[in-house]
């Protein structure tokens, strides 16, 4: 199984920046797929997460409102639009899968495959 994370970047405070993650090796539409971040220093932390059709998605109120999740399952590829970035945006952005779509997806200790990250960093 291979997650493989793109589209990181420096970019100015208010400023936009697409992530996408390509998986291979796994049925992509059977999983539920999420995108968390480590920021220097912190834990791991959950931002967002779809459903495997794409219909469902949960975010974190931090980035409620600015970030975007969708799902291309033709493309076996996830993205995340994140318009409006502010310095505390600032972390290695993972993305994860999970088999199941049960549980507290919001819990990192949880999935099941991981990316190797991508790093977005935010100037004020």
């Known amino acids: 199984v291979q997650l493989q994370a793109s589209g990181g970047g420096l970019v100015q405070a208010g400023g936009s920046l697409r992530l996408s993650c390509v998986a291979s090796g796994v049925p992509y539409s059977s999983y539920v797929m999420g995108w968390f971040r480590q920021a220097p220093g912190k834990e791991r932390e959950f931002v967002t997460v779809i459903s495997r059709d794409g219909g469902i998605t949960q975010i974190a109120d931090s980035v409620k409102g600015r970030f975007t999740i969708s799902r291309d399952n033709a493309k076996n590829t996830m993205y995340l639009q994140m318009n409006s970035l502010k310095p505390e945006d600032t972390a290695v952005y993972y993305c994860?899968?999970?088999?199941?779509?049960?549980?507290?997806?919001?819990?990192?200790?949880?999935?099941?495959?991981w990316g190797q990250g991508t790093v977005v960093t935010v100037s004020s």
């Open positions: 994860a899968v999970r088999r199941s779509p049960f549980g507290d997806l919001s819990n990192r200790d949880i999935y099941n495959y």
